[in-house]
């Protein structure tokens, strides 16, 4: 890497101002907008068919889609705003790993967006916990950034009752079958008097295969919620697309 890529990557970390800049490329913007013209463009928003339970992109309606048939059934309905490519993916990754915080607000307004479009009437908000050990590593949970930011901006409560009671080897790392597997016991309610009777909307960033959010809302469900819901920025498509 360059000086000059060196400074640019330093200026952008420590002096980026998401008010004047687009948060894709950088560029300067003199309007409202959070992305310029061209990045605008490319933006993989997820408004055509989708599967009317998982909210994933498809290329024909379905009530079921291939990724979540018979499969993320404690789950009462999930919706995404993006479908997972760049740049949205890009930025999330920047969000997750990369101390983004900034990008919290613009995320969170999608999230807003499809709280009210679905009208999930929530008693609670929710999130993906972390253990302490990978909380105090990364610095902070994304997903726990973005469900207090929704809770704000909604005005639904935030409640903080799931947590991570042991380590699982990266999600990311395996392959779908590994993922249900890899999250058996891995959560816990610690407030089962709270979401008792309670739909609760579960935050999160992206949507993979639903592993995570299907084992917390197996929990949340075995606790007594009435309704689990899952929302997050962005999904993966099916990959057969149907």
Request: hydrophobic residues 35%; aromatic residues 12%; charged residues 30%.
């Amino acid at each position: 890497m360059g000086l000059k890529d060196t400074l640019t990557k330093f200026f952008n970390r420590y002096f980026f101002n998401s008010d004047w800049r687009c948060l894709n490329c950088g560029c300067e913007i003199f309007d409202k907008n959070k992305f310029c013209d061209a990045c605008e463009k490319t933006l993989p928003y997820n408004d055509g068919y989708i599967c009317a339970h998982c909210g994933r992109k498809v290329i024909a309606p379905e009530n079921y889609c291939s990724t979540c048939k018979g499969i993320l059934t404690a789950l009462d309905g999930c919706r995404s705003y993006f479908n997972y490519e760049k740049p949205i993916s890009t930025l999330i990754k920047r969000l997750k790993y990369g101390n983004a915080r900034y990008l919290t607000e613009y995320f969170t307004d999608t999230l807003s967006v499809l709280y009210a479009k679905n009208y999930y009437n929530a008693d609670y908000i929710t999130f993906v916990p972390m253990t302490e050990k990978a909380k105090r590593r990364r610095g902070y949970n994304q997903s726990e950034l973005l469900a207090k930011s929704l809770s704000e901006k909604i005005g639904v409560p935030t409640l903080d009752c799931l947590v991570k009671v042991k380590e699982t080897k990266r999600q990311v790392t395996l392959r779908r079958s590994e993922r249900f597997k890899n999250l058996i016991e891995a959560f816990r309610v610690t407030d089962k008097k709270a979401v008792k009777g309670k739909t609760v909307v579960i935050v999160d960033d992206v949507t993979t295969t639903g592993a995570t959010a299907q084992a917390l809302a197996e929990r949340l469900k075995k606790a007594g919620a009435l309704k689990v819901y899952l929302l997050t920025v962005a999904s993966r498509p099916p990959i057969d697309k149907y």
